[in-house]
């Protein structure tokens, strides 16, 4: 257990993690754009600066941990080593109903096993118990959750967003900066409501919708490209002219659970295209300005006009810098969608969580939420960009179930 050695100045600090970092952030509901009116994640969850601290090192070690070839992570875990794998759940047994609060229902780490078991576990349409590296994996808290659901580890390649140029130009031009309100602060925040996540969770949807019909009949790789690139050719989409190298058309290859003997066995139709969302801040330049590591960075993480492909090779899970002395935030924030099939945006269900598992330290016990959508995009003052991804996992795998009659709020 580790001891708290600063409070966080939560008017100012911004901390939204999810086990292992993130919560919404950076959504068309940013219109009003002001951090201070948000409440950031530690405010919120009464996090100190040094549970802050330990939940990025954590993230940062998550990520050192699901891809091996990205070297280690930039700092190193030190009291984070509090994190506890949880307990096996009998796989039989049903959850209890999760705790409703506005737009999200909560529950303790322990019935989200459960109710993964009763529901999400599905392989073949046949239950099963949530395994020891399974657990490990969602411990880690936001990530976890997505991570125990996606197989691999996230790696993001394949992140949609909008973002509203004209708005943004025009809102420079003919707004201005609020009082004691810096150039660069005022910049970010205009940016940052030029992001509509609304629109940009559409566009992935509407892209995986159309690898999804590629997947169906296509038995080799090739198949699914000739049947993506006819697809797009007939929804007259920009994606057709991406480069037959980019990580749009290699994303179903460099997919681990594509090529395993148990998953989809190099057979594209046996894999479906799902989503989730990552919220993190855009000033991660380390040599830049230290009031867009601060208020943002206008230009960074932008999606690509037309295709609305946003370029995530820059992204190192950097958090935003404080913005007083004692101040800190926490690094990113996941949710995880899958497969849900409701047209209605408002009706979709986010699982995302809070922080790693550390029922021994004061940081405590993981918790894991549900969201509805306007909940989940609505945002904390940690992050001012939300992009929403599309990874593959074979189809025998249950990510969205209809209903359930337990534990749902």
């Not at 993130?22 to 940013?30: E, I, K, L, T, V």
């Not at 549900?370 to 795998?397: C, H, L, M, Q, V």
């Amino acid at each position: 257990m580790y001891k708290r050695r600063r409070i966080l100045a939560f008017a100012t600090v911004g901390a939204v993690m999810c086990t292992g970092g993130f919560m919404p952030s950076a959504s068309q509901a940013a219109d009003s754009g002001d951090a201070g009116k948000k409440n950031s994640y530690a405010e919120t969850h009464h996090l100190t600066a040094d549970d802050v601290e330990n939940i990025n090192a954590l993230n940062e070690r998550a990520l050192a941990l699901g891809r091996p070839s990205a070297g280690p992570p930039f700092r190193t875990p030190d009291s984070a080593g509090d994190r506890v794998i949880p307990p096996a759940e009998p796989l039989d047994r049903m959850p209890d109903a999760y705790q409703p609060s506005g737009g999200r229902a909560t529950t303790v780490v322990n019935n989200y096993i459960r109710k993964w078991q009763q529901v999400y576990s599905h392989r073949d349409g046949k239950k099963q118990q949530m395994t020891e590296e399974q657990r490990d994996k969602l411990s880690y808290g936001c990530v976890g959750v997505t991570w125990v659901n996606s197989g691999p580890y996230p790696t993001n390649k394949l992140a949609f967003a909008y973002f509203d140029e004209n708005k943004y130009k025009n809102d420079l031009e003919n707004t201005r900066p609020r009082p004691n309100e810096t150039r660069a602060e005022f910049e970010g925040r205009i940016a940052k409501a030029s992001f509509d996540e609304r629109k940009g969770f559409k566009r992935a949807r509407d892209v995986a919708s159309v690898m999804n019909k590629a997947l169906e009949s296509a038995h080799d790789e090739g198949a699914y490209i000739e049947n993506l690139k006819k697809e797009l050719a007939n929804n007259n989409d920009a994606l057709r002219y991406e480069d037959s190298h980019s990580n749009f058309y290699s994303a179903l290859r460099d997919t681990p659970s594509f090529k395993e003997r148990y998953g989809g066995n190099s057979d594209p139709s046996k894999m479906k295209a799902v989503i989730y969302s990552k919220h993190f801040w855009s000033g991660q330049d380390r040599w830049g300005s230290s009031d867009k590591r601060k208020y943002g960075d206008p230009e960074a993480f932008r999606p690509a006009p037309g295709t609305g492909l946003v370029d995530m090779s820059k992204d190192r899970s950097i958090p935003r810098s404080p913005t007083n002395p004692g101040g800190g935030y926490v690094n990113f924030d996941y949710g995880w969608f899958g497969a849900q099939t409701d047209a209605d945006a408002d009706k979709t269900t986010w699982t995302h969580g809070d922080h790693y598992h550390a029922p021994d330290s004061d940081l405590g016990p993981m918790h894991v939420y549900e969201s509805k959508f306007r909940n989940w995009s609505a945002g904390y003052s940690d992050f001012d960009r939300g992009t929403y991804a599309i990874t593959f996992i074979p189809k025998s795998w249950n990510t969205a179930p209809d209903k359930m009659t337990q534990g749902w709020p």
